[in-house]
């Protein structure tokens, strides 16, 4: 019994030595020169983590929004988030101006920029509301919706709500 063991064995460590090898080329220790010439020359600073998506604080609007609002509007809101690379706004204002007046402003800016802007109005019972819409030459979408409900007889007119959305559709 003891012969047919043996045999066994001497495979079984002759097999256990030839299995090993070598570590992985990133566990091995590299020499100096190697080393030096896989570090950078220059050390770049990135810059600060944004959480994303970003909110500012309140009334106030995100940095890098590409418009200014209307004097007199007040900031109920706003935040904008990365998404491949391109930065997404979306501000929600309050404006004492009529709709058509905060219309035309808005129309206005976004034509400064180039955009051709499609303008589409609906009149309801209970509110009028102005959409203004379309693309910059990066193909960037650029929204701003304009919204007033109907005072009932008796009471002072509303706010204009406006909510400016850039980014992809």
């Known amino acids: 019994m003891r012969r047919g063991?043996?045999?066994?064995?001497?495979?079984?460590?002759?097999?256990?030595a030839c299995s090993k090898s070598e570590p992985p080329a990133a566990s091995k220790p590299r020499p100096a020169a190697e080393e030096a010439e896989a570090q950078p020359a220059v050390r770049v600073e990135a810059e600060p983590a944004r959480p994303d998506p970003f909110e500012p604080p309140q009334g106030a609007l995100p940095p890098g929004f590409p418009y200014e609002i209307m004097e007199g509007d007040r900031i109920r809101g706003s935040s904008s988030f990365t998404?491949?690379?391109?930065?997404?706004?979306?501000?929600s204002l309050l404006s004492e101006g009529e709709p058509e007046?905060?219309?035309?402003?808005?129309?206005?800016?976004?034509?400064?920029?180039?955009?051709?802007?499609?303008?589409?109005?609906?009149?309801?019972?209970?509110?009028?509301?102005?959409?203004?819409?379309?693309?910059?030459?990066e193909g960037v979408f650029h929204r701003v919706g304009i919204l007033r409900a109907t005072a009932a007889e008796g009471e002072e007119a509303r706010p204009v709500k406006v909510n400016v959305y850039i980014g992809k559709r």
């Open 101 to 137: 007046e905060v219309a035309n402003h808005w129309q206005g800016a976004l034509e400064k920029r180039g955009i051709r802007v499609v303008r589409q109005r609906v009149d309801a019972e209970d509110h009028e509301r102005i959409v203004l819409f379309g693309e910059d030459d």
């Open 83 to 91: 998404v491949d690379g391109l930065v997404h706004y979306d501000v």
């Open 5 to 16: 063991i043996l045999p066994f064995l001497l495979v079984a460590a002759a097999l256990a």
